[in-house]
């Protein structure tokens, strides 16, 4: 009997070690991508975006390092695009998303449509404070922006996208998906185990954009996953993508007391 008691409670140390040991290593996959100043400099073929009769150019920013132009835009596009989908629940919800906006954590693309003389330049060849928004204050020529952040979520480390907006001369001309595959390589390349986002439900065109062109499925953690009777009384949907084994079993595989 003493044995057994010796043995267990050595297995639960040896489990406490493993829980602690791979948390530090979540955190650290977190802290090295936040440290990142801009990740387009990771990925010069995405830094400009030529198709469709659009011609665009990107900009990295960082939350609490925007001017208050750059603010002020990021307002209006949101009310532009989301006040309808979110309907009554809009007005609590613009002054959440103007402190998540302005977050530490924050961090952001944008998308300045090239001028002649922008088109005549790469961006990579600018300087750090042409390539780096949020210090400038500049918002001329802006047509959307992402928001993403490094988070956890169910102990998988995620970029979770919060806003991809874009204004309506830049939508429909393939910028969106060439945007979140931009967020997926940067997913991949700091060793992160999914994209997720939130959705409106009556986003009728955003949801049919994640799952049908880029093939995200509803998370394990949405409320329709969790509880169906929770979920139907919920206006959004969590969807995700994953990239590995553990991140799919936890975050996109149905589970056997699902439905």
Known sequence: METKRFSTSKEKRIRRKEVLEKKKAIDEII??????????????????????????????????????????????LLKVNMEGPYGSEWQLEEKVKR????????????????????SDENPLAKNEER?????TGDQNHLVGFVHYRFIVEEDIPVVYVYELQLEACAQRKGL?????????????????G??????????????????TKLRYT??????????PLIGAEKSYEILCKTFDSEAKAKLEEKQQDDG
Request: proline letters at 4%; glycine letters at 4%.
């Open 31 to 76: 802290k090295k991508a936040s440290s990142v100043k801009d990740h387009l400099l990771s990925f010069p073929p995405f830094c400009q975006y030529e198709r469709n009769g659009l011609s665009v150019y990107l900009e990295s920013g960082i939350g609490d390092q925007l001017a208050s132009p750059i603010k002020k835009y990021i307002q209006d």
């Open 131 to 135: 390539h780096y928004t949020g210090q």
């Open 176 to 192: 969106g998906k060439f945007l979140m595959q931009l967020i997926e390589l940067i997913a991949h390349k700091n060793r992160l």
């Open 99 to 118: 402190r998540e906006m302005v977050s530490p954590e924050a961090r952001y693309i944008f998308v300045r449509q090239s001028t002649n003389a922008a």
């Open 218 to 227: 509803i998370s394990t953690i949405s409320p329709s996953r969790v509880d």
């Open 194 to 211: 999914a994209v997720m986002l939130t959705v409106q439900k009556a986003n009728v065109l955003a949801m049919n954009f994640y799952t």
